[in-house]
């Protein structure tokens, strides 16, 4: 959390001024876009007839009452605790969200025929995938790490130009690259391990950056104390930088991972069957695809979520040894 | 002085050794009991510590250290002291090779230190480090700072590595806390559980560089009081502090250092009553004015 000054501070939604700011602002907002047309229009007939014919009365009153209910739900929220106001608005943004996807009229049936396969086949591989690539990428990385910090100028140069390649070209290229460029060198890879392969390379290349950051963060009095003791350069390294670097490490390693996830939907460019390989295809033929790309959407979602909890679990439990 | 004798480790610097050896020795080959001789001088060079011999060092084209002669004797006492950047640190960091120096020689408990000697683990064993700003261990209790020497570098078990932890913490006295992770200590304690960290090791000597410089004033005492006490007991010491108060009481001879190179050196009484050397003088007096 950043730092909270102790001195008594009112509850910003509960002062008059930024009440009445919000509420013209949400106002302005709401005059400008024209939603007499709309399922919001539809409610607000009682008031204001029909909605069509309602003209400038009718769009000043559906954006009034937004505006109202958006206000009265700001002042409540204010006076719950810190946790139920985080509950409260990913719920509400959950369901304003809801209403968007059931704006699309989805088949429920077929998503709920074909998730299934969906997940049997496209998640797992999806997971599969991306679980390997992570743990080769996180060897990769931290060799290449300790080799740019190294003072060996032919370590250095392997590695930096393995991370300039590697950073600087989009992933769909390296992918094509390994699959399609490899078998003519006269390796034929086949396209699972040649996906897995360019993730796990791509990735360590951008983890080598974070691995090498964190390791450079440790003050040196570190290293001087732990080789001053007789400690080599490895155990140095395993037991007291890299155990301190980690709480440096993981918020950006964090956001890796949950990268990595979703960009290992590239592989369904060489026809691998993952997940978003089959939201594309799946619906195709019945013409449902906003079935499919949506729950492909909130799978990926879900596992990011997953990711995000471990991450802060993590967080948490490094966070002990720095507690005063 | 020094000829090494029946100690594989120092053949190596024999012949070195011996230009240094002063001027009435090589005498000694001609006169009769030549061996009972020679039993006493192995006597005195195993009692030895760190040696060195026109030590210089530079960083790129600035010269840090220049042509340093130190012995340190088994149980010997010395203080370091000079302004700020005249090369303390730097000179107490070649004994455990923290860092290289380019010319001389130095030799620390029979081992020489040198570009590719491969056993620096071996000297480092033997040498333990205080620095002035602790650099304990932060994500690890009181207790594994002081178990992890003895456990990785010895392969002492645990539980005899935790009795030797906590033996030497009590010898620091603070073994209560042992527990704690290194931030909930305050500086002073800080610093006596890194003390007892290099203790643990059972060092053939200690190196302390500036060990009160970071402390609040009224945590100096029990640093100080600490070091008194190890004096006391024997332990060879090579303390960089500018406590002229622990350099009195404890020091066996003390030495000043300015410019790289150490200009005066003496027992404690002559150096603070009666220091030869002018920069010495101004040195002392502006350090004794406050
Ligand atoms: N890594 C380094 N590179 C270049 N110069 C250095 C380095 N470390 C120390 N020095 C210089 O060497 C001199 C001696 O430093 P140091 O031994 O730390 O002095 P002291 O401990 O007596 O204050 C200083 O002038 C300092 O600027
Ligand atoms: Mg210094």
Aim: net charge positive.
């Amino acid at each position: 959390m950043l730092y909270s000054d102790t001195v008594e501070s009112e509850v910003l939604v509960h002062k008059p001024w930024f009440v009445v700011s919000i509420f013209a602002l949400v106002l302005l907002l709401f005059l400008v876009f024209n939603l007499t047309g709309t399922a919001v229009g539809e409610l607000m007939r009682p008031v204001i007839g029909d909605p069509l014919q309602s003209g400038l009365y009718g769009r000043f009153a559906i954006a009034f009452a937004i505006a109202a209910i958006f206000c009265l739900n700001l002042v409540l929220i204010g006076f719950a605790s810190l946790r139920l106001q985080i509950g409260i608005v990913w719920l509400e943004v959950l369901l304003l969200l809801l209403a968007f996807f059931a704006a699309f009229h989805l088949s429920l049936p077929f998503i709920r025929e074909k998730l299934p396969f969906l997940i049997a086949q496209g998640l797992v591989t999806t997971i599969y995938i991306s679980a390997i690539s992570i743990i080769f990428a996180s060897i990769v990385a931290i060799v290449a790490a300790v080799a740019k910090l190294s003072g060996n100028g032919f370590a250095y140069a392997i590695a930096s130009f393995y991370t300039s390649f590697f950073r600087g070209m989009p992933l769909l290229m390296q992918i094509y690259l390994i699959y399609l460029g490899l078998p003519q060198l006269g390796f034929v890879i086949d396209a699972v391990p040649a996906g897995v392969l360019a993730l796990s390379l791509c990735v360590g290349a951008y983890m080598t950056e974070i691995f090498r950051s964190g390791i450079l963060s440790i003050d040196r009095g570190q290293w001087e104390a732990s080789r001053s003791m007789g400690f080599g350069f490895s155990l140095t390294m395993r037991r007291i930088i890299l155990p301190q670097a980690l709480p440096v490490i993981v918020p950006p390693m964090g956001n890796m991972f949950i990268a990595m996830l979703k960009d290992s939907s590239l592989v369904s460019a060489i026809g691998v069957w993952e997940l978003t390989f089959l939201a594309r295809t799946v619906g195709q033929d019945s013409f449902h695809h906003m079935e499919m790309l949506i729950s492909a959407a909130v799978i990926y979602w879900l596992m990011s979520i997953c990711l995000e909890l471990v991450q802060s679990r993590v967080e948490r439990r490094f966070a002990r040894s720095k507690a005063r | 002085m020094n000829v090494g004798q029946g100690n594989e480790a120092k053949n190596v610097s024999m012949s070195r050794l011996i230009s240094e050896v002063p001027v009435d020795l090589p005498q000694a080959d001609s006169i009769p009991g030549r061996a009972s001789f020679r039993q006493e001088q192995a006597a005195v060079a195993e009692d030895k510590i760190i040696e060195a011999r026109k030590v210089s060092k530079w960083y790129g084209t600035f010269r840090v250290l220049t042509d340093i002669n130190l012995n340190v004797r088994k149980g010997e006492r010395i203080v370091i002291c000079g302004p700020s950047g005249s090369g303390k640190s730097t000179l107490i960091r070649c004994f455990n090779r923290l860092e290289a120096h380019q010319e001389g020689e130095i030799i620390v408990n029979g081992i020489r230190l040198h570009n590719k000697m491969r056993n620096v683990g071996e000297v480092r064993k033997n040498v333990g480090m205080v620095f002035q700003h602790f650099n304990l261990f932060p994500h690890m209790t009181v207790l594994m700072n002081c178990m992890v020497g003895p456990m990785w570098i010895k392969g002492m078990p645990e539980t005899a590595a935790r009795r030797n932890a906590l033996r030497f913490l009590e010898r620091v006295r603070i073994p209560e806390q042992a527990d704690k992770y290194p931030v909930q200590l305050s500086g002073g304690q800080q610093q006596r559980v890194a003390i007892a960290r290099s203790l643990c090791m059972e060092p053939a000597v200690m190196l302390f560089d500036e060990p009160t410089s970071s402390l609040d004033p009224e945590m100096v005492a029990e640093v100080l009081e600490t070091m008194t006490s190890l004096a006391r007991d024997g332990m060879t010491m090579v303390c960089v502090t500018h406590e002229m108060g622990f350099a009195r009481a404890v020091a066996d001879r003390v030495l000043f250092m300015d410019t790289g190179r150490i200009v005066e050196e003496g027992k404690p009484q002559d150096f603070f009553t009666n220091p030869q050397h002018d920069r010495t003088k101004l040195f002392l007096s502006q350090i004794l004015s406050h």
